[in-house]
């Protein structure tokens, strides 16, 4: 993408990654955590986003 000149912060607010969730509350809670870490350093570090919306997770529930 970005060899082809795609803005990634344009692409990375579009994007709302599938977390799988069980009942558990407590787990449930820290996958959350989790993912939405792992989610804003990878565009950020990996893929150069600069836009705080493009490193943000949505959660659906």
Known sequence: MLKRSVDINAIG??????V????DFFEHIAKLRAARRIWART???KWGATDPK???L???G
Not at 13 to 18: D, E, I, N, T
Not at 20 to 23: C, G, K, S, T, V
């Open 13 to 18: 607010r579009g994007l709302s990654p599938v």
């Open 43 to 45: 565009m950020k570090e």
């Open 58 to 60: 949505r959660a659906h």
């Open 54 to 56: 493009a490193m943000c």
């Open 20 to 23: 799988a969730l069980d009942r």
